[in-house]
């Protein structure tokens, strides 16, 4: 009697934690064929499933343009269902912007066409793809399930493209992740930076060649004359402030991190350091102020021992 | 008959010793292995929960092989004879001791590798013998104690083995100095197939008339070329840096 319970309990339980797990993607169109799909601004958990990146689609004459596949099979599904709503055109190319999990684990889904990404991308996620994968499950459990694997199989190389009536200029920078791609499209005006820019989101740093050369190339994305960006995280902007909250946000760190090591502090003292409250309205900022620390910490004190 | 008799001094066995364990305080932390660790690094003796023994962690362990941890018994400077530091469930447990003398300011700060998410404690022996605990919960993905050292992937280690960079810092409180130094060693753990264990185990900083101000006995889970820092309620210069690992090899550095 117990037992037919508790397979009672179970049979009634299982449909309604199966449609707990999907993704609610919308699309936002945010230019003439071009297709913004927002995620939260908040950091993975297995309520929102890694619901957590911005993914996007160009609907070009010659087939639709993919970029970033999200962060699991069932996200992967989730988009190309998405994708399927607005347009019947084929697809014709899908994009890995870096390497970084969130941005290509949902590639299984569109295993059938072209998946390109920069050359360094390509080899960062064929060595370290998996072990991604496996913190993925352990961060959003069982959403991942099924989940994969598949490395971009074409690589893209940095310039003019022109495709179905769209002017696309792709660029190769590197301060997110050390092979970060961005896309302009000269038809539409809408500048793509992906991870290269967080907006309302700090920021995040395990791959980074430096804050230095990412504020950099935060200047380089300033000159670009856009109507829209989609930052890689964080709200779109028609204007130069997500540039200007990267740029700030980007110089304080480094002045941070640069401060305490000639003051000698050990990396928890740097971890109290207060974060300005002009960076207020940056979700995760503390958490992620932490997990820079961690990563960049080091190098700034052994540039101390050497002066 | 006989049989319940054994049965019922075993339940009052068992009960003496419940008594026994609750005149000992919990363990705010819940650990599993509190009263285990605690045995082995304290022995069967009373002990106090003590919020003033500052162990500070971050929210999480970033990377298990480099956690950040600082331990400040300054509260109870000037009666400490020694501090012990371990991780609850690290397959290598202890960390470090710590020693220090009246021209220390004990507090200390270092990096560990953790294997899992863990207690970690740092328990102050008084000099008047009595034992305060503090604590700190570490949030980690874990593996950090079964990873080769990144040194086994690259000879760099082989040639700067025991190569010492230091500086001296102002005080983070009143008057005395800190001291910084990073030190090149794979530190390793000996739970790596094939690769032994290889680690500094002593520690030490001496004044300018050769006394040790601060000793350290380190195990294992301080990480890989490790970064140590120290406070002394000292603002004489002349400090040297002593350290010995476990294949018997001697470093020596004037700071």
Not at chain 1, 231 to 257: I, N
Request: some cysteine; overall charge negative.
């Amino acid at each position: 009697m117990k037992h037919l319970m508790i397979l009672m309990l179970l049979v009634i339980s299982a449909p309604t934690l199966a449609a707990r797990l999907e993704y609610d993607l919308r699309a936002e169109q945010v230019a003439d064929n071009t297709w913004f799909v927002e995620g939260k601004t908040e950091d993975f958990s297995v309520e929102n499933g890694g619901h957590i990146v911005n993914t996007a689609f160009i609907v070009t004459t010659e087939g639709v343009i993919v970029l970033d596949t999200g962060v699991s099979r069932r996200y992967g599904e989730a988009l190309l269902a998405l994708i399927r709503t607005r347009t019947d055109q084929p697809i014709r190319l899908v994009i890995n912007t870096h390497q970084h999990p969130d941005h290509f684990l949902g590639n299984q889904a569109f295993a059938d066409w072209p998946i390109a990404a920069l050359g360094q991308t390509q080899a960062q996620i064929r060595q370290h793809g998996d072990s991604f994968a496996e913190n993925m499950y352990r961060l959003v459990g069982d959403w991942m399930r099924g989940t994969e694997v598949v490395v971009p199989d074409q690589v893209i190389e940095p310039g003019m493209m022109d495709v179905g009536g769209h002017r696309l200029e792709w660029m190769e920078l590197s301060g997110h992740s050390g092979a970060d791609l961005v896309l302009f499209d000269h038809s539409t005006g809408v500048l793509f930076p992906f991870d290269m820019v967080f907006y309302q989101r700090a920021l995040t740093t395990p791959h980074t060649p430096g804050l230095k050369q990412w504020q950099q190339e935060i200047e380089q994305l300033q000159a670009i004359p856009f109507k829209v960006m989609l930052p890689g995280h964080g709200p779109k902007v028609t204007d130069q402030r997500a540039l200007e909250q990267m740029h700030d946000y980007l110089g304080w760190l480094d002045q941070v991190l640069a401060a305490s090591a000639e003051q000698g502090l050990s990396m928890t003292e740097v971890m109290t350091q207060s974060i300005p409250s002009r960076f207020d309205g940056i979700a995760l900022r503390q958490v992620e102020f932490e997990r820079t620390v961690s990563h960049l910490y080091p190098q700034y004190e052994e540039a101390v021992f050497d002066n | 008959m006989m049989r319940i008799y054994q049965w019922l001094t075993g339940c009052a066995a068992l009960l003496c010793m419940n008594v026994a364990l609750a005149a000992q305080p919990p363990d705010p932390l819940n650990s599993v292995l509190w009263d285990y660790t605690r045995n082995i690094f304290l022995g069967d003796v009373d002990y106090r929960f003590n919020p003033d023994v500052r162990v500070d962690v971050p929210a999480f362990a970033e990377d298990p092989t480099q956690v950040p941890i600082t331990v400040d018994a300054r509260a109870l400077s000037g009666n400490i004879e020694r501090i012990v530091v371990w991780a609850d469930l690290n397959p290598i447990q202890h960390i470090f001791n710590y020693f220090p003398s009246e021209l220390a300011s004990p507090k200390v700060s270092l990096r560990i590798k953790v294997q899992q998410s863990t207690a970690i404690r740092a328990a102050v022996l008084t000099k008047t013998g009595e034992w305060h605990i503090g604590y700190a919960q570490l949030d980690a993905a874990g593996g950090g104690c079964t990873t080769p050292s990144m040194g086994n992937a690259d000879p760099y280690w082989q040639s700067h083995l025991g190569e010492v960079k230091a500086r001296r810092f102002a005080a983070d409180d009143s008057e005395g100095a800190r001291y910084k130094f990073r030190v090149i060693h794979p530190m390793d753990t000996g739970l790596v197939d094939a690769i032994p264990e290889f680690y500094l185990q002593q520690v030490e900083l001496k004044g300018p008339e050769g006394t040790t101000v601060v000793r350290m006995e380190l195990s294992p889970p301080v990480s890989e070329n490790p970064v140590i820092t120290f406070d002394l309620d000292d603002t004489r210069s002349g400090y040297t840096l002593w350290m010995r690992d476990n294949g018997g090899n001697e470093f020596e550095q004037t700071l």
